[in-house]
């Protein structure tokens, strides 16, 4: 190779070059874009895939490198130390019952609250009958008139030891009332028949007088819990039990009662009697009261099989009466707190039945029925209370004076 003469410089290496505005052509050129870009992403890959390679081993082992039946206990508990199983745990995998012997019952969404008609609470209506055809009709007249939505209540009666026509009555009045077209009929209805072998009376004599309260009171404890216990079902928030010689009552009464929001609640009970064109509004439930010390004195001094009966000379409880309080022009919600309760009228959650609270066929703490039931609730903690304001009007059983 021949050197330009005076060596290699810098204007001999000028004028060997190609022209700039060649050079400038040549870069130009889309296919030289295309080949420059080309060879930096091939220069990228290779320098990644270089320095890649200096970090990973050739193989990855957490234990030591020989065959598991080589290791020693350690070495294998070092291995497996990396090699957990996972373990899924299902404690509620679904089961599938398809018996129709088991029937599944979940109380847990019952409950009782003032929003019961929103909340479409269920209703049961109690009611024993022993000889009461004549007060039949009325009763289901003014059971008709109430407000709170028929679709939600259920009717249940016992029938036992009954002289006159009450079954047949009773069927009557039902069929005619279930028949109606409009929103009278009820959700469903339980006739339940019972007889305990009651021989007394229905006279005023009888049933009202001294001798009888303890007998009598025992032997409608046991009607009551036999009624209950039949007809109480899961899907019942309340239980009402309601008496069949009322007269008159407010039509939206359930929903008063609620809206109060106690365990156990009664009005007070008065019937009309007329002298001289006027109404006395007798006071005819001495049930209801509110314990005093000389009744607590007495109760400790009698056997404890003896049941005390309200209102009757031959014990002086001195006990202080709703029956006696109260007047129903006044604010009918007013609230006052009772020992014991009569059983005209009463309001009741149904949780409380469901807990074990009944109505005692014997003397439970001297008491019976439905005053045994209020001292017994006491004891459980539920509260007992009553409405002096809040008249039910009762028949007049015309008994004799210093019964009442």
Known sequence: MLLPKGGINWKSTRARLPPSRKII???????????????????????????GAKDIPGFICFGPAKPPMEMTLNEQAAWHSHLQTPVLFNHHAPIEINSSTIEHVDLNPISSTPKAISNEERVLILTPLRDASPYIPKYFDLLSELTYPHHLIDLAFLVGDSSDDTLAVLAAELDRVQKRTDRIPFNHVMIVEKSFGVTYAQSVEERHGFAAQGPRRKAIAKARNYLLYTALRAEHSWVYWRDVDIVDSPKP??????????????????????????????????????????????????????????????????????????????????????????????????????????FPSYAFENQAETEGFAKMAKRAGYQVIGLPNYVVWHIDTQEKPGNA
């Open 253 to 358: 009464i359930l929903e008063d009662f609620m809206a109060h929001d106690r365990d156990i609640l009664v009005p007070n009970i008065w019937f009309h009697r007329y002298k001289d064109d006027v109404d006395i509004e007798g006071r005819f439930d001495y049930n209801s009261w509110q314990e005093s010390d000389k009744g607590r004195a007495l109760a400790a001094s009698l056997d404890k099989d003896i049941v005390l009966a309200e209102g009757y000379k031959e014990y002086d409880t001195g006990r202080t009466y709703m029956a006696r309080m109260g007047d129903w022009r006044a604010n009918k919600d007013e609230e006052i707190e009772l020992d014991g309760i009569g059983g005209v009228n009463i309001l009741v959650k149904a949780d409380v039945h469901r807990s074990g609270i009944n």
């Open 25 to 51: 052509g040549i870069f130009s050129r889309p296919r030289t874009f295309v080949y420059a870009i080309i060879a930096v992403l091939l220069f990228l890959l290779w320098k990644g895939v270089s320095y």
